[in-house]
């Protein structure tokens, strides 16, 4: 029996690259891989990735693990060092930092390494949440360009707050913003996420950093994954423990919050918010079995749902349900979650086993 297993289809993993390639051909791709590669598994998702020309993490730790994992390619620190001293490891590890603060950028120039950093200039283009004042780039970019430490030329990067919006009117503030520091700029600069990456073509330069859309979801609000041609890289399952009657009237799980309007019956899987099945899914929030949606009745408990299969008979102890990815897209169950996907695939927890599915070779493919 399947308990609380996430399926993670890596040939849905580099169709997604693809989709990235074709969106923004002339870009080079620097994929996000923090947040345990937004729960899908560090390791093995870098392993995959490799058509990425470099990969993003947001601890050191999380780079570190990469190197020992025997991954080569560029690792990007995207919110920099917390401390000086990791600039030692930084620089032994080949690794690539952001410098975001004036604090950062002075350890930086003065640290004594083994070996030259590539550094990305972090610079804040109107989000308000990490980056150097636009006003002070100009002269940071002069003092740090040809010093020891910084291999090659900075890289100009930015983030947007509202890229999923692509109505909002902060997106064309930040466009402006970051032309006038591309006057101050000769080198290479990265602006989009995934959302960017297919709403706005002339956010691409020569770095894009795709994170959210390489696992098959939709950056874009109000659309859909298939609408970008992208796939679920994970599926949530587990299986059915128990099938129980109910009598009209009788309340089921914690709290009582849900009521048999009429006799049926429940069935009960093993999956729950100790997994990183959300505790806020309402009543009602679908669930596949044998490929029919199901609602969620009752409250979310740390190990176990319950279901309503009313007179569906066909549906016995063990068998699968999967709780999002293939055939249930995950943004709906955010939406009946009241929270984002990114944060649903982030809170698997550790004791969901991940099966990785095998690529298929392509020379076996050839006819
Ligand atoms: C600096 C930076 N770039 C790119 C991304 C990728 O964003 P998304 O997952 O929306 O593509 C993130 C994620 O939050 C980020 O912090």
Redesign the pocket.
């Known amino acids: 029996m399947k308990i609380a297993v996430a399926e993670i289809n890596l040939e849905a993993l580099q169709h997604n690259l693809l989709v990235v390639k074709r969106n923004a051909p002339n870009s080079k791709i620097l994929a996000?891989l923090?947040a345990n590669a937004?729960g899908h598994g560090t390791t093995e998702i870098a392993k995959s990735l490799h058509q990425a020309d470099a990969f993003?993490v947001?601890r050191l730790s999380e780079a570190v693990a990469l190197r020992a994992a025997g991954i080569t390619k560029p690792i990007v620190l995207?919110e920099g060092f917390f401390e000086a001293d990791e600039l030692q490891i930084i620089s032994n590890l080949g690794l690539d930092t952001v410098l975001h603060t004036e604090q950062q950028f002075d350890d930086f120039m003065a640290a004594d390494i083994p070996r030259s950093v590539r550094v990305w200039l972090?610079v804040d283009t109107g989000m308000h949440r990490l980056g150097l004042p636009p006003e002070t780039f100009p002269a940071i970019r002069e003092k740090i360009s040809g010093h020891k430490n910084i291999l090659g030329e900075p890289i100009l990067?930015s983030?947007f707050g509202c890229?999923?919006d692509v109505t909002h009117s902060l997106n064309d503030y930040q466009f402006s913003v970051f032309e006038e520091l591309q006057n101050h700029h000769k080198g290479e600069c990265s602006f989009a996420?995934?959302?960017a990456?297919l709403s706005f073509k002339n956010s691409h330069h020569q770095w894009v950093?795709?994170?959210?859309?390489l696992y098959g979801v939709s950056?874009v609000n109000n659309t859909s994954a298939s609408d970008y041609e992208l796939k679920p890289v994970m599926t949530l399952k587990s299986s059915i423990i128990a099938i129980r009657e109910v009598k009209k009237g009788q309340s089921v799980g914690y709290g009582a919050t849900w009521v048999a309007k009429e006799d049926t019956r429940l069935a009960v899987i093993a999956i729950g918010y100790g997994d990183g099945y959300p505790r806020n899914a309402e009543n009602g929030t679908p669930i596949l079995v044998n490929g029919v949606k199901y609602p969620l009745s009752g409250r979310v408990s740390m190990d176990m749902i319950s279901i309503d299969i009313g007179n569906e008979k066909t549906i016995k102890v063990g068998d699968e349900a999967i709780l999002w990815g293939e055939n249930l897209p995950l943004e709906t169950i955010a939406d009946y979650a009241k929270t984002v996907p990114?944060e649903l695939l982030c809170g698997v927890t550790g004791r969901v086993e991940k099966r990785f599915s095998r690529v298929k070779n392509e020379f076996n493919n050839r006819p």
């Open positions: 996000m923090k937004y993003g947001a995207l972090k990067m983030h890229a999923d996420n995934s959302a990456i950093r795709p994170g959210i859309m950056p990114y």
